[in-house]
């Protein structure tokens, strides 16, 4: 079985509503692939995401989500670049289908461990 | 006469509506045990039914009228036990606990409508008390997520490290994870630190 990663950019990002980044998640997730956000979820992107997962879930084929969102403290020089340029680094976002992820946790000195599932033909 | 019904009418208008105290964690967190001990210690009565196996509570479960006594005054509260807060509901989970599948599968079902639930519910409590498991990490996405929320709405909250009765217990990991909140270690099961946590209500969550 292969792995598909897609990473969705956050000027792609920037111009979506809640939903529609919700709906875009959902949908890769449903597929079988792991999504890798340029941005931090807010916590209320956070809350719909699990209420919308919780519809989603379907008792024989889909079992739900892991997700983390890695924040990024701001430097200096990212706050005088979000000055300069008015582009904000806000982190990341790591969401996986459950089937396939055990867990996404941070360790210690700000490692973010994602354990997979042993899956049958992997 | 007329000063009575005067001071009457003061007292009622003085009277703060009762706190809406709800109880959010993480699935198997111990919110049920704590919000029994709270009922019980305050009410002599329970509000919910326990059980090792996840999501027993699929329902909101609510007892009006508790009233915390502490040597800082009282506090009346309707306590509001949530169904744990989850990401994932795989009904195979429940059938490794006995349960048939057809039972696995509304077990399932009922978590999915009451995590639903709970999270709805997060626009109306007053204050809350997050329940944590002190012998698990608590550097989970959902703790993240329901503190994250919890702020942003400016609602009053204390931690509860719960299960210090377990050998494993480590209520510091949480203190450390989240610094800027109030951390109560307790046993909801056995009451130790109970009146530390009563204190805490009485004094962040007014």
């Known amino acids: 079985m292969k792995i598909q990663l897609d990473f969705i950019s956050s000027e792609r990002l920037s111009g979506m509503k809640p939903m529609e980044k919700i709906d875009l998640i959902l949908n890769k997730i449903k597929k079988d692939i792991i999504v ?39 430097s200096f020089r990212d706050k005088l670049a979000f ?20 867990a996404i946790k941070r360790e210690p000195e700000g490692v973010i461990t994602m354990i997979a599932k042993l899956m049958p033909g992997l | 006469m007329i000063l009575s019904l005067y001071k009457k ?13 709800g109880f959010y964690g993480p699935v198997n967190a111990g919110k049920t045990t704590l919000a029994n001990r709270i009922s019980l210690d305050w009410l002599g009565k329970e509000i919910g039914k326990v059980s090792e196996i996840p999501h027993e509570t699929r329902h909101i479960q609510k007892i009006e009228n ?8 009282e506090l009346r509260m309707n306590l509001i036990d949530m169904p744990g807060i989850a990401t994932e509901i795989d009904y195979k989970k429940f059938q490794a606990y006995g349960l048939s599948e057809e039972e696995a599968k509304r077990r399932a079902k009922e978590a999915t409508k009451g995590v639903i639930e709970a999270i709805k519910w997060l626009d109306s409590v007053d204050a809350v008390l997050v329940v944590m498991d002190s012998t698990q990490d608590p550097f989970t996405q959902v703790n993240i997520t329901i503190i ?3 702020e942003a709405r400016k609602v009053p909250m204390v931690i509860v490290a719960n299960k210090i009765d377990l050998p494993e217990a480590n209520p510091s990991r949480i203190e ?10 307790v046993s ?16 962040h969550l007014t």
């Open chain 2, 9 to 21: 009418i003061l007292q009622i208008l003085r009277r703060k509506k009762n706190i809406q105290l």
């Open chain 2, 188 to 203: 909801a099961l056995t009451g130790e630190n109970i009146e530390k946590l009563y204190e805490a209500i009485q004094k």
């Open chain 1, 36 to 74: 890798v956000l340029e941005e931090g979820l807010t916590p209320e992107e956070e809350k719909e995401l699990i209420e919308a997962t919780m519809r989603e879930i379907d008792i024989e084929n889909f079992h739900g989500i892991e997700f983390y969102r890695i924040d990024h403290k701001a």
């Open chain 1, 83 to 102: 000055y300069l340029t008015g582009k904000k680094q806000t982190g990341l976002t790591i969401v996986g289908p459950a089937k396939m992820i055990e």
């Open chain 2, 176 to 185: 450390n994870a989240f610094p800027q909140h109030v951390v109560v270690p």
């Open chain 2, 148 to 150: 994250g929320n919890l």
């Open chain 2, 66 to 73: 508790v009233v915390i006594k502490t040597n800082n005054g």
